[in-house]
């Protein structure tokens, strides 16, 4: 990966909370949580699942520059909104939970030296290594793919049949 394919993914990643911010702010109250299928999220479960994403990826990217080969663990999303009652955590607070950890991690890795980025440790769910340019692809990513999908939860609220 080149500097200028880095800075790229950084500026993704840091404008990652203000497109899920956006994204939110077009949910109607009353949809907020709203599923728009069996086994898919609502809005608020959306939300909370990228603070319990973002909290686990900080620690991620640390582990990978603090450690030698360092195994990362996977978890099971679907089973943590579950058992965690998703809909019952505060939607506000787990926003700023996002804010805040994407805020703390972005000047960490954009303080990161070049020798940083060729680290790599052990994913339990991807198969060969796992290194720091992967982390950086996959976060870069993540919250983009997220507000697209509460944009979508919209949509289909506002397309369902009326009285549903």
């Known amino acids: 990966m080149t500097a200028a394919e880095r800075d790229a993914l950084f500026v993704r990643y840091e404008q990652g909370p203000a497109l ?3 994204a939110l702010a077009t949910v109607p109250a009353e949809a907020l949580q709203w599923r728009p299928a069996e086994g898919k999220w ?3 479960e959306v939300i909370v699942h990228c603070a319990d994403s973002e909290t686990n990826s900080a620690m991620r990217i640390r582990y990978l520059v603090g450690e030698d ?6 978890y099971d999303q679907d089973r943590w909104a579950r058992q965690m009652r998703y809909h019952a955590l505060p939607l506000e607070l787990s926003l700023r939970q996002v804010e805040t950890v994407r805020a703390w991690t972005a000047v ?4 990161l030296p070049e020798s940083a980025w060729a680290r790599a440790g052990r994913h ?15 976060y870069a990513e993540h919250l983009e793919t997220h507000a697209r999908q509460i944009l ?9 049949a009326p009285g549903r």
């Open 69 to 74: 080969a360092p195994v990362i663990m996977g």
């Open 124 to 138: 339990t769910e991807h198969a060969g290594p796992y290194g720091a340019e992967q982390w950086l692809r996959i």
């Open 20 to 22: 899920l911010k956006t």
């Open 108 to 111: 960490f890795i954009r303080g």
């Open 42 to 44: 609502s809005a608020h």
């Open 152 to 160: 979508r939860n919209v949509e289909a609220w506002k397309a369902r």
